[in-house]
């Protein structure tokens, strides 16, 4: 579900800028400045539209969360220590590490972000929870316009797939999995530290012993909310193990096979269920399926039919 909020008190702006993001001390110009903000709540990831109809300049205090940014019209400058970033229509950016103050100049701005918890990056790249060197972002801008074009393709599939299907918001399997999409897609579009390739030792390890401990895994815990760093830790190997394995045995990628694992289990359900009872976007949401298109039309591609005739078959 969106939320949305709007107002023309710089005094509310302010405690609402501080409640969704940090505390910032602001100077409003204008005579009927207005705030505005749409946030879609994704699990520990977020997809915000803010606008700001007025010219704000401010100071504030450390980021917690890692916020990409998309102008789409107006303008905004960015300092933080030495260095000074301005943006405007088009742009996407990075432009705030966490953990540093910051002070922006906004003009008429109206943007939208991916505001991500930085643990989800670690997740996403495999780093384990206790690393000494959390994943970082090594650039205000991004690396190619085709991943910009990707990232923001996944962010409004991710927005109207939580939007229109009402129970998925509640669904950890659906908010999770759409929150690892958002950070892998974002890892995908910024240079960053996170590594990519197989070492030697991943090469070996990539082996059909690993393959089985990770099949056993996804096939004994697909109603969890288990990452990529999961089922490569139950296999006692990297994440760029585990991918590789699935890669050279199976040519397909570890939550590849888990999704494939899912659509079983909805098939089950279905064949098991009654139309008078339940339906078929209750039985995708129940096993990580936000969209009800895109469930589909994996099933169909799976199955050969779609899943609302299967149900129906069974009643």
Same mark, same amino acid.
């Given at each position: 579900m969106t939320q949305v909020f709007e107002t023309t008190d710089p005094e509310v702006a302010s405690e609402l800028f501080r409640s969704q993001y940090t505390s910032m001390r602001m100077q409003i110009q204008g005579r009927q400045p207005l705030l505005r903000f749409a946030f879609t709540h994704v699990g520990r990831a977020r997809l915000d539209r803010s606008t700001f109809r007025m010219a704000l300049d401010g100071n504030a +205090?450390?980021?917690?969360?890692?916020?990409?940014?998309?102008?789409?019209s107006g303008t905004v400058r960015y300092t933080c220590g030495d260095s000074e970033e301005a943006y405007g229509p088009g742009d996407t950016c990075y432009p705030l590490p966490t953990?540093? %103050?910051?002070? =922006?100049?906004?003009?008429?701005?109206?943007?939208?972000?991916?505001?991500?918890?930085?643990?989800?990056? /670690?997740?996403?790249?495999?780093?384990?929870?206790?690393?000494?060197?959390?994943?970082?972002?090594?650039?205000?801008?991004?690396?190619?316009k085709t991943a910009v074009a990707q990232l923001w393709r996944t962010a409004e599939f991710v927005r109207i797939?939580?939007?229109?299907?009402?129970? =998925? !918001?509640s669904r950890s399997l659906v908010t999770t999995s759409a929150a690892r999409l958002l950070a892998a897609?974002?890892? %995908?579009?910024?240079?960053?530290?996170?590594?990519?390739?197989?070492?030697?030792? +991943?090469?070996?390890?990539?082996?059909?012993?690993?393959?089985?401990?990770?099949?056993?895994?996804? !096939?004994?815990?697909?109603h969890r909310d288990i990452s990529i760093a999961d089922i490569a830790a139950a296999s006692f190997v990297t994440v760029r193990a585990v991918q590789l394995a699935f890669q050279r045995?199976? /040519?397909?990628?570890?939550? %590849?096979?888990?999704?494939?694992?899912?659509? %079983?289990?909805?098939?089950? /359900?279905?064949? =098991?269920?009654?139309? /008078?009872?339940?339906?078929?976007?209750?039985?995708?949401?129940?096993?990580?399926?936000a969209n009800s298109s895109s469930f589909a039309a994996y099933y169909r591609a799976a199955y050969g039919v779609l899943p609302s005739h299967t149900l129906r078959e069974r009643g």
């Open positions: +205090d450390p980021l917690e969360q890692v916020a990409i940014l998309r102008v789409l953990g540093r %103050a910051w002070a =922006a100049s906004v003009h008429d701005l109206d943007s939208e972000l991916v505001v991500l918890d930085p643990a989800l990056l /670690d997740e996403t790249a495999g780093i384990p929870p206790d690393a000494k060197a959390p994943v970082r972002l090594l650039s205000h801008r991004p690396q190619s797939s939580i939007a229109d299907e009402p129970e =998925a !918001e897609v974002v890892l %995908a579009t910024f240079p960053s530290t996170a590594r990519t390739d197989p070492t030697i030792e +991943d090469r070996h390890d990539a082996h059909p012993d690993t393959l089985r401990r990770a099949i056993a895994f996804i !096939e004994a815990n697909p045995h199976l /040519d397909t990628a570890p939550l %590849a096979y888990l999704r494939r694992v899912r659509l %079983a289990c909805a098939h089950r /359900d279905l064949v =098991a269920g009654y139309p /008078d009872r339940t339906t078929v976007t209750e039985i995708a949401v129940r096993w990580g399926f």
